[in-house]
């Protein structure tokens, strides 16, 4: 089971969804896709670190401790609550429920991704994240 799919039945099982699981991964793919189909978690680690200061709770989810929680107005704060809505709509429930899902589920995917160090290899460590985001507002 990939990412994506992982992601959506942990999203399904969290808001108790009675939709067709093609539906939730198209939706949860249009939310944090990268546009091929897979999930954009290295896209949003580098949301996170520059919108909002998430380096610690980013570093939690990519480290090999617990994953501290982000809470639901953080992820509509990273997401844009105008995506979180359409993905909400997309998969029959509310915006502040699909925000509390992907609270709860956005640590275990990261988590998942970065398990041996993949996320983070592909950036060049934590520190690599950072630089990258960093580049992004210099002139």
Same mark, same amino acid.
């Given at each position: ?24 991964? #198209?939706? $949860? &793919?249009?939310? @944090? !896709? =990268? +546009? ?5 978690? /290295? ?12 380096? #610690?709770? $980013? &570093?939690?989810? @990519? !480290? =090999? +401790? ?5 809470? /639901? ?15 909400? &709509?997309?998969?029959?429930? =509310? ?45």
């Amino acid at each position: 089971m990939d990412l994506i799919e992982m992601g959506a039945q942990l999203l399904s099982e969290k808001l108790g969804l009675n939709v067709d699981p093609a539906t939730i991964t #198209a939706a $949860l &793919g249009q939310l @944090l !896709g =990268d +546009g091929q189909g897979n999930l954009d978690l /290295a896209g949003l680690a580098s949301r996170m670190t520059e919108n909002g200061g998430l380096e #610690a709770i $980013l &570093g939690s989810w @990519l !480290g =090999d +401790g617990s994953n501290s929680p982000i809470s /639901a107005d953080s992820i509509l704060g990273l997401l844009g609550e105008g995506r979180v809505s359409d993905f909400a &709509g997309q998969v029959g429930t =509310d915006t502040g429920s699909a925000a509390q899902g992907l609270s709860e589920v956005l640590p275990q995917l990261m988590d998942k991704a970065s398990s041996g160090g993949n996320l983070l290899s592909s950036v060049g460590g934590l520190g690599g994240l950072m630089n990258a985001a960093g580049s992004l507002f210099k002139s």
